[in-house]
């Protein structure tokens, strides 16, 4: 049964009241305390969904809006057997409110369950609210990108709306993870077709091949959906066409598709003309566009590099020239990526992985006081605890803190699965700090357990046959 929505000003003064404080809590990153509030608010206006999307907010962020497995697992087994049993009979008795009770005291143990956000998208579709459930399963898609049977929902609810175009979006991540199904592919080309079908507003179609008018403009929407093109005219005309799109409705997808296409033209201020335009039009900075536009500059330094090298190997005469502007290009991009990795952490502060990435960019740059307090930081997130202690390791050995400096490679090594690839990696720099405090001895140990795994890591051969060829030499001496 639908569930009428009701706004805030429809709300009673007590429960409005109740509401204006959850907001300011969540403005304060009190979430716990904005929880509390919200879910008993809920409880008594189950329509009420602009206090829903305020309590997801503040559970995502008290969550760190990053999944981790053993939570995942704990959370499981406390809530799971509970949706499967009565989640199922409250949907299959049309019992939506009950249902997003039942959703919201799952979500409240863990958010980030991947049977939980599917169950709240069911309830939430049950209740009638199908684009709040869209919203519900695009953010468990983020928190879980390789879970097919998530994409799937997903696709299916974008179909259920007629929205083939964001179909078409996720349809193209499950063929991605799942190029030899066959029945994927197949799904992918139908909705294809549909998207052709409702961007080119034909009727009357039976196939396929009968949506297109004719070859050429076949070929144009057929191509619009790949990842890249290597043919110049073939480029020329979809900029075109996707540039009619966007003049004709511009969305945020036709924005993104034409930003793309510029980008691969290496029109780099028309693509980030566009993606600036997705951000207007979303109201926000989604991080896969920000990622995005970061990209774009960063080619737009690279394509000015590869000119002036090109420039240097034409004109020798000009070469310090050439040089100089290397130089200053190189270090405008530094500074640039440093920048937004620095605007990044600002916009999500509790996410882990940006301050390590931040971390690594500092430690790069020799700012090893910096670097240490994201890395420091990052540590909180288990996905990222390890290589966070590694990093502060290097910071700590770069300040000549060579005890310390052992300890945290310690520390990190005992957190990894020995069979990681990155563990030699770590193992390294800790022989490499044993050797600079002249623990010679540990040194070679930790280099014998790096040659057992992998005999050409880096130059880990020569520090051994060096230090045995010192060590026999010492005894020549002696004697």
């Not at 078409?168 to 998207?195: D, F, G």
Request: proline share 2%; net charge neutral.
């Amino acid at each position: 049964m639908a569930l009428i929505i009701k706004s805030a000003n429809e709300l009673s003064a007590a429960a409005k009241k109740l509401y204006d404080r959850a907001t300011t809590a969540v403005a304060q990153k009190n979430f716990t305390y904005a929880i509390n509030i919200l879910k008993p608010l809920l409880k008594n206006e189950p329509g009420f969904q602009d206090g829903r999307k305020l309590l997801r907010q503040a559970q995502l962020e008290l969550a760190g809006r990053k999944a981790h497995f053993f939570k995942n697992l704990l959370a499981y087994c406390q809530i799971g057997w509970k949706i499967q049993l009565q989640g199922s009979r409250l949907l299959t008795e049309e019992k939506a409110a009950d249902a997003l009770d039942l959703a919201e005291t799952a979500m409240a143990v863990d958010p980030t369950l991947p049977l939980t956000l599917s169950y709240l998208a069911k309830a939430e579709k049950a209740a009638g609210w199908i684009d709040v459930a869209i919203q519900t399963m695009e953010i468990a898609v983020s928190l879980h990108p390789r879970k097919t049977w998530m994409l799937l929902e997903l696709a299916h609810l974008f179909t259920a709306i007629e929205d083939h175009q964001n179909a078409l979006r996720i349809w193209q991540k499950i063929v991605a993870l799942n190029p030899h199904k066959l029945e994927y592919e197949s799904a992918t080309k139908q909705v294809s077709a549909m998207a052709a079908m409702k961007q080119g507003n034909w009727e009357g179609a039976q196939s396929y091949r009968d949506i297109i008018k004719n070859q050429d403009s076949a070929k144009t929407l057929e191509q619009q959906n790949r990842i890249s093109v290597r043919d110049e005219e073939t480029l020329k005309d979809l900029i075109g066409a996707a540039e009619k799109a966007v003049g004709e409705q511009a969305t945020a997808t036709n924005c993104k598709r034409l930003a793309e296409l510029y980008r691969q033209a290496l029109e780099f201020d028309k693509a980030l003309e566009q993606y600036q335009k997705v951000i207007e039009i979303t109201g926000t900075m989604d991080p896969a566009i920000d990622a995005a536009m970061t990209e774009v500059y960063c080619d737009r330094f690279d394509h000015a590099i590869e000119q002036w090298k090109t420039y240097a190997k034409n004109n020798p005469a000009q070469a310090d020239e050439a040089e100089r502007n290397l130089r200053l290009i190189e270090q405008q991009k530094e500074d640039l990526l440093l920048q937004r990795l620095k605007e990044r952490v600002q916009r999500y502060p509790n996410d882990c992985s940006y301050h390590f990435e931040l971390g690594e960019k500092l430690f790069n740059l020799q700012k090893l006081d910096e670097a240490l307090q994201e890395f420091q930081f990052s540590q909180r997130s288990p996905q990222y605890r390890w290589r966070a202690l590694a990093g502060m390791g290097k910071c700590m050995v770069g300040k000549n803190l060579l005890d310390m400096g052992i300890e945290q490679y310690n520390a990190a090594l005992a957190g990894m699965d020995k069979n990681a690839e990155e563990r030699n990696a770590v193992l390294y720099d800790l022989g490499q700090a044993y050797q600079a405090k002249g623990m010679t001895d540990e040194a070679l140990a930790v280099y014998k357990d790096i040659f057992s795994r992998d005999v050409n890591f880096r130059d880990v051969t020569d520090k051994i046959q060096a230090y045995y060829q010192k060590k026999e030499t010492t005894r020549h001496s002696s004697c």
